[in-house]
């Protein structure tokens, strides 16, 4: 809208022109009176200050170039000073009418901001055309039908449906794990019914949602959790961690080791703010939902979800920020 001015003397245009003319050079009646009055003040002393006794012997170059740069510079001074009020001046108004003008258009888009939501709100129960949001949990880049890669692409907002968070048969604890896995192709039926399921369990939701979030940022920096092969830790480790207990008793758990992808998280936890809160978010989820789940799974359940790779993204991430030290 700035880009394409409209006619000066249109109504409603964001920058009107001024309806009297600018001052001169922008500085102002007053700059000019005050410049004028200096230079007659100052060169009447000069013309009638007493020249010394030195004057009889000539021209004094010093004398004269110190009278033209106390003439003149105080004026150019001046006016600068001047120019600079007058163009803030401008700019503070420039603003005001900016602002106005974005106030009017938001007063008048809210009949043309609605009909944007009404898809939201009557979404089909179908997957829409366009691709889904999807994390790669293979850095290898499928060469043959899905049925035949080992991870693609999973697109898995497809699972997710509109039912989030809402009340539903409790989960079981084979089905928690199995959703934090996540389906293993875009094929994967069974996977997507038991994400379906999980997703409509508020604390298996935002678990799930968050484990997604870190999969697909890590994904986007190359790193893929079908890639990294940790060393697992033994049941009573991961129950110690859910009683509270941390330090070296917990150690094992940080098992995995690839130097490169502990880097490269590590310098992007500094750079990347969005990044570095989605990181803690999913690290705090983890601690809770592990906490709640530990006191009825056994010891086949515990080594189950340790194999995920919401368990596995865990391992890595807490090794960066500490967790396991």
Do not use: C
Request: charged share 25%; net charge neutral.
């Amino acid at each position: 809208m700035i880009e394409h001015k409209p006619d000066p003397i249109a109504p409603g245009a964001p920058f009107r022109q001024p309806a009297t003319p600018p001052p001169l050079l922008g500085v102002g009646r007053g700059a000019l009176g005050l410049g004028l009055l200096w230079l007659v003040v100052a060169g009447l002393f000069l013309l009638f200050a007493p020249s010394g006794e030195g004057a009889e012997r000539g021209f004094d170059g010093l004398r004269f170039l110190s009278g033209v740069v106390g003439l003149f510079v105080p004026v150019a001074l001046i006016l600068l000073g001047a120019a600079l009020r007058h163009d803030i001046r401008g700019l503070r108004d420039d603003n005001a009418r900016l602002a106005e003008m974005i106030e009017r258009q938001r007063a008048a888009s809210p009949a043309q901001q609605r009909p944007a939501a009404a898809p939201a709100r009557l979404a089909p129960a179908r997957p829409a055309p366009a691709p889904p949001a999807s994390f790669s949990s293979s850095r290898r880049a499928p060469s043959a039908p899905p049925r035949n890669t080992d991870q693609e692409a999973l697109p898995l907002s497809a699972g997710q449906g509109t039912s989030q968070g809402t009340s539903g048969p409790p989960l079981a604890r084979a089905e928690f794990i199995r959703a934090l896995n996540f389906p293993d192709t875009a094929d994967d039926a069974a996977g997507f019914a038991v994400l379906r399921r999980a997703m409509r369990d508020r604390a298996s939701a935002q678990m799930i949602q968050a484990s997604q979030d870190v999969l697909t940022l890590l994904s986007q920096s190359g790193i893929y959790m079908d890639d990294l092969v940790p060393d697992r830790a033994r049941p009573e480790v991961w129950r110690q961690f859910a009683q509270g207990i941390r330090g070296r008793a917990i150690a094992p758990m940080g098992g995995i080791r690839d130097r490169e992808s502990l880097a490269e998280i590590a310098e992007r936890m500094k750079q990347d703010a969005i990044f570095r809160d989605a990181v803690h978010h999913f690290l705090r989820l983890f601690d809770r939902s592990f906490a709640a789940f530990e006191q009825e799974a056994d010891d086949a359940e515990i080594s189950a979800l340790s194999d995920t790779r919401t368990a596995r993204a865990f391992m890595l991430l807490g090794r960066v920020v500490g967790t396991f030290d």
